[in-house]
């Protein structure tokens, strides 16, 4: 059946890009900033095709539609965009040409590409300019030609900003800006464009909430040696942020000036920018114009990943206690849900729903820090699966229950992951849920010399699994910000690099997740995720070692464990992990039942 | 006190450099290809300045005289060099120019740098030359003016080649070549230069005895589309090996004519070659030319590496017997000097000469793989010792003897490290030697997905020493060549990469050593290195998995474990280790008295 509706937003597109003399009219999924979380004004390629899913690129020619998405998508991606006449290309199949291949095929010399180059990643971009060159194709990015077409658009987010106080930062916005210049001087940099919402965030001390999950603010920031200005959305500002700016000499620009803004500015030296977080548009603008005032741009990883990935102490102060209460309640969903599950009226959704009421009641609570992941048995061996008040699985008394969850408060973003026996479970799930558990305390029980990246100690928690040749696809750990975003770097753990960042060696003060799992398909989901902070430990002739101290102090489910599985220094590890998680949660359980369940729940096992 | 020959060596070379018009005259610690050894030909840098250590450059000028060297030698190279006028440069320390620093501050516009090409590695020579440039310095490469000046010169090395039958290598020359010459169709390449020593003759099938302990010939190879042209001194053919060549179609052409030979060469299109095996002079040569005929050169790393780090199956069966045989040689002399030691009589060298002339019984022993360590005590802390009849200590019934030894045989090349108990040992070093053995065998146990290079693995070997907060400096693996040079690459296993071919995945058939240990300066030295084969494993959806066998099957000391450090898994595998010792190793030994020690030596432990 054809689908008008998309059909005739098409042709509308098409109109547009004949007036504009547009051959080819690419849309990608993502906003500004390449962040996470795409707000609902941003969703074009969706409005042009149908396609809903978080990964996908559609491309439109005057008889022709395109739209690229991954393997998690096909079978969606096909459903969603039936009648519209798009055709799915599956990328990574085989014979499946990569966009810039299609359209190095496709295209003729001296025809138009198009697209908003504000939301494509430079990176993406010159890819495009490199490989359609050799072909005399021309980019044209500085249209947004959905916009143009699309009537009923979304707005851009423009929600208040709010200060966060040098107490509650353990640092100020002029100390934090010292740095950075430092490090600008150091490249010999006459200025500095940063374009990632979160490390704005964290330089200024200024938070918003502009992007789902992510309380960040969509802003630019341009530093000079003199001068540092902010471009956001003036209805965001109050009396509060701009007193705050001012104090601290933040020059204010609207949001929307920034293309003309930096088009104007008189560049001299060196410009410093981050090729993995500048647009396409952002980047042209800064380098062509540098070139013609014989400036030069410089691209460095921003030196704010870092700083921020180090956290200070009174930051790591606010995360410790955060992580305690936050560890509180989610040992108390728990115990609700093991007793309410036996009674066969919850199912994923309403469970999740539950846990982010019980979260949204803590002291300083903003927002979850990413949509509760709820999966009960089969459905939790979908590493991206959601289940919705429409869709979801029962929970029935057998089984694994996994829940992934989060939320920011004022003094931190929590994540964590339990996976809970819901009744009786085989002795295959014991076995992979023992092992993962060994393999997550394995880790975090490490002790390493510094200059370790998480690509040397990722085998720590994987090697359990892995002597019984089981492997989870993903990486085992990710950095996760202070009051922001729940994925952030530069450090992970993982064993194969996907970049140089990946080999970010671990220093004292960041925080990661460790979190190993098995994914059996058709069968059941185990995960087992807490936070760890980098911790100094000591320091001889050898060197300086550094090891983690646990920030999550939640069960695990010993309902779960099978000792077969432990050789003596797991089950101790397992017993001094419980000892300390009794004595840090006991304290904020008032109920006695609930602390009664939990002293039985966090019992020294023995073999 | 005026060290009278050295200054009248360098008048003689001060002399020479005027003549020539060259204002400073450089000399390295290196033969024409780069190899770990280098015959007493090449030791100019000795010759002229008195410094026999392995690593050193010296520097003359009219009227001074450097020679830079590293840590391990400063003190012995102000011995040596006392009362010669040079000048010791000790790397790495605060304010200590290095060679190219301390030539552009003190050279002249127009100024001649020389140096003998063909000893001075590609990258050297074009760092010397990069840094230059700013100075219009000029540099002359093509004469080896020590070489003029030193009189009584060591002959270049010159033994005869042998032909290794496909028999033993698995594989002939004609096959091999097509594999090579495979990657050079994939490259576009007309021609490629190989100099590695050991991939020529693994390429060839050929040895030879020109550099200690390894058994290579030296030598060069140019393959082209059509041809091979291999670079020899004639006086090491005979009658076998020319028509060996013949029937190959290996054109021999004069050693001594490789650069001539190379200036003639009518280049065109691609000539590969690997930057880290050629000489500045061969780069010089292939590169200059190239140009001048509109052909060009390309760096690759060699790819007769890899292939010769994956062991075939010929070559595997062989070492597993090899290494059999050796282990049983190992293991008798470790029942001989536990014995003999308490008499009072032995000391490192005498101990060392025994083990020497056991192996050199062996059925089809070639050569010692490296020169034999063998450490008593606290000399087993350094890392570089080697006793000689001169300089040893005397081995006392306590502590540690560390042995590190191999051999090179048909069929094979071993290494293996035992650390023997002498009498007492401390409760310190029973620790520091348990969580040594606990180390080497968890990493010789591990299962790990194909993908994994030794970065990933190394902590595995490491953690046990590292949760007491003791580390070893250096790598924890290394390759280890087929009747070829005892370290190879591409592969190792270490945790701190120093360059790319450090990250090589480790690949079915490849053999690696595992040789973890603990140093402790003026106390003791332990070294517990079994050589292990890369095998494949289980093989389902989650991939690929690796695991390794041992090669090396020698008894660990049981009168050093202290069963406190382990744990049962850890009891299990020195059990199931010392089971196969046993079942290995007893058939090969006759005389009923080490059979009884063995089978004691090797007994079940409990906790």
Redesign the interface.
């Known amino acids: 059946m054809e689908n008008k509706v998309i059909r005739d937003r098409l042709s509308a597109l098409r109109e547009k890009m004949a007036a504009y003399g547009i051959d080819y009219y690419l849309m990608p999924t993502s906003d500004y900033h390449n962040s996470e979380y795409a707000a609902d004004f941003f969703k074009a390629r969706e409005y042009f095709c149908g396609f809903t899913g978080s990964n996908g690129t559609l491309v439109v020619s005057k008889d022709w539609a395109g739209m690229w998405t991954d393997g998690r998508y096909f079978i969606q991606a096909e459903r969603e965009m039936e009648g519209t006449g798009v055709t799915l290309y599956r990328m990574g199949e085989e014979g499946i040409p990569t966009i810039s291949e299609y359209l190095t095929d496709n295209m003729n010399s001296g025809e138009v590409l198009g697209f908003d180059g504000k939301v494509v990643p430079a990176k993406e971009g010159l890819s495009y300019e490199n490989k359609l060159k050799k072909k005399q194709v021309k980019i044209k990015f500085d249209r947004d030609l959905a916009g143009e077409v699309w009537s009923e658009r979304p707005e851009l987010p423009c929600n208040q900003i709010y200060v966060l106080s040098d107490e509650l930062c353990g640092k100020s916005f002029s100390e934090k800006l010292a740095d950075v210049r430092k490090e600008m001087e150091e490249n010999n940099a006459k200025a500095y464009l940063l374009c990632k919402l979160d490390d704005i965030c964290w330089l200024t001390n200024l938070r918003g909430n502009d992007v789902e999950c992510n309380p960040v603010i969509l802003s630019y920031l341009f530093i000079t040696t003199k001068n540092v200005y902010m471009f956001v959305q003036f209805d965001e500002l109050n009396d509060e942020v701009r007193t705050y700016c001012e104090n601290n000499g933040i020059e204010l620009v609207a949001y929307n000036r920034i293309i003309s803004w930096l088009d104007e500015y008189e560049y001299e030296g060196v410009t410093l920018y981050d090729e993995r977080n500048v647009s396409y548009s952002v980047y042209r603008t800064i380098k062509d114009n540098s070139e013609n005032r014989g400036a030069v741009v410089k691209n460095i990883l921003d030196p704010t990943e870092l700083m921020k990935a180090c956290k200070n102490e009174t930051e790591l102060k606010n995360i410790r206690e955060v992580y305690i209460r936050d560890s509180a309640v989610l040992t108390k969903f728990i115990y609700w849900v093991k007793k309410e599950a036996p009674k066969g009226e919850l199912n994923e959704y309403t469970a999740a729903m539950h846990l982010d009421a019980m979260r949204a009641e803590l002291p300083g609570f903003i927002e979850l820090s990413f949509p509760t992941i709820s999966a009960y048995k089969d459905n939790a061996a979908m590493m991206h699966y959601e289940a919705t008040e429409e869709s979801n699985a029962k929970i029935e008394p057998e089984s694994f229950l996994l829940v992934d969850s989060g939320g920011t408060y004022m003094g931190g973003t929590t994540d964590v992951t339990r996976t809970i026996v819901m009744g009786p479970v085989s002795d295959e799930e014991k076995k992979h849920y023992t092992l993962t558990a060994v393999g997550m305390l394995q880790l975090a029980n490490?002790?390493?010399?510094e200059?370790?990246s998480g690509?040397?100690?990722?085998?720590?928690a994987r090697?359990p699994l892995?002597?019984i040749?089981?492997?989870y696809?993903c990486g085992t750990g990710h950095g996760i910000g202070y009051m922001l975003n729940v994925h952030e770097g530069p450090h992970s753990i993982r064993?194969?690099s996907r970049s140089v960042e990946d080999e970010a060696p671990l220093k004292a003060g960041m925080i990661v997740s460790d979190e190993p799992g098995v994914y059996l398909e058709g069968k059941y989901g185990i995960r087992i995720e807490n936070i760890i902070e980098v911790v100094s430990?000591?320091k001889?002739s050898?060197?300086q070692?550094l090891s983690f101290d646990h920030l999550t102090y939640v069960p695990l489910d010993l309902d779960a464990i099978d000792t077969n599985y432990l050789?003596?220094?797991d089950i101790d590890a397992i017993n001094e992990y419980h000892k300390m998680v009794f004595n840090k949660i006991s304290p904020l359980i008032e109920e006695e039942e609930i602390k009664n369940w939990l002293k039985d729940a966090t019992r020294p096992i023995e073999k």
Chains 1, 2 share one sequence.
């Open positions: 490490a002790r390493f010399l200059g370790c690509k040397n100690l990722d085998i720590l090697i892995w002597n040749g089981v492997d696809k064993w194969k430990d000591v001889n050898d060197g070692f050789q003596p220094k």
